[in-house]
């Protein structure tokens, strides 16, 4: 379920939102609704609502202050559409620039409200499913982390090899997922330019050189089955784009997944 706040200065406008939502069939409910963006302020930074409903123009305060003052007091992002009776371009530029996801005109016609709620809704769910495995691959991460106390201060050389073991551990994990050295560099808390210097000087190979090489090797393996085409190989070792993972392939190798095969012969394709 998608949680939404509305904050518009007439009591109308809301009883209306409330109706139109219902009338969507939308999994999204209204939790909350505020004539003033600074009465809202202090609920919507506690309560952390999926969705806000914001009215752009409200006698002396607006919707984009009440935005700007949220993303200044919490690192909390909603999503937001914007609703207004006023079809300008400034003020449409200066929503987009604070993140407007969405921006209809009064008076709000159901198929543009749901319209708008279904893309918020695509939205939310796909930065549910992005923190869901970014939480997922750091619980993997720490399997393989080192018992290092945070605020121990190893040696330069021994913190080196440390992080060059943990992440070399964690791609060969992870190879199938989607990774790369900015998504470790994020887990850990560090920039991708010293991970990447850091595993380039301890192991000799880059990041990205290490990953292609750890998925090409079990590609190779999974050859061997007949069963498998090499679409699905590709997938399994985490290339998504076939192409890529051809010549990937051959860049590791030296003959294309095709020709490794003996050129489709004996191999399922």
Known sequence: MITAVSVDD????????????KESGLPVTLIGHFLSAEDALKTISATHPDLLLLDIQMGDTDGLSLAGELSELTSYSPVIIYITAYDRFDYAREALRLGAHDYILKPIHQPE?????????????????RESDNESAKKQLSRVLPTLAVDSQPSMQTRS?????????YIDSTFMENISL??????????????????KSELGITFRAYLRSVRITKAKLLMADPGLNISQIAQAVGYDDLNYFSEAFLAEIGVRPSEYRGSGKHWAK
């Open 161 to 169: 090899s440390s992080i060059a073991r943990i992440v070399r551990e």
């Open 113 to 129: 409200l749901t319209a708008a709620l279904k893309r918020a809704i695509n939205t939310i769910q796909a930065n549910r499913v």
């Open 10 to 21: 007439e009591p109308i406008v809301h009883s209306m939102l409330e109706e139109m939502v």
């Open 182 to 199: 900015t998504s470790v560099a994020d887990i850990l808390n560090l920039s991708p330019g010293y991970i990447g210097g850091v595993f």
